[in-house]
């Protein structure tokens, strides 16, 4: 079986003009960067696949999700308990 290059693009075509083109530095609007740092725990194969079905659920089953699950749930144990 060969492969049809006839109807693929010959190029993407130029560049959008400078003062065209968003500023995508300045527009970031992401909140601020903090220092990362794993958490690593070993639990029953269960509760992971429990746990990332809710947090897929919940934030939807996108990168981060789990994480975003993650720090809810601290946040309402610190909200409870301190």
């Known amino acids: 079986m060969s492969t049809n290059i006839a109807k693929l693009k010959r190029g993407k075509g130029a560049p959008p003009p400078a003062d065209v083109a968003p500023d995508v530095i300045a527009d970031d609007t992401r909140p ?28 939807g089953f996108s990168h981060g999700s789990k994480k975003q699950l993650f720090l809810r749930m601290w946040e309402a144990y610190k909200a409870q308990n301190m």
């Open 32 to 59: 601020e960067k903090v220092e990362l740092r794993p958490l690593q725990v070993r639990i029953p194969r269960a509760v992971f696949e429990e746990f990332s079905e809710r947090a897929g659920r919940e934030f």
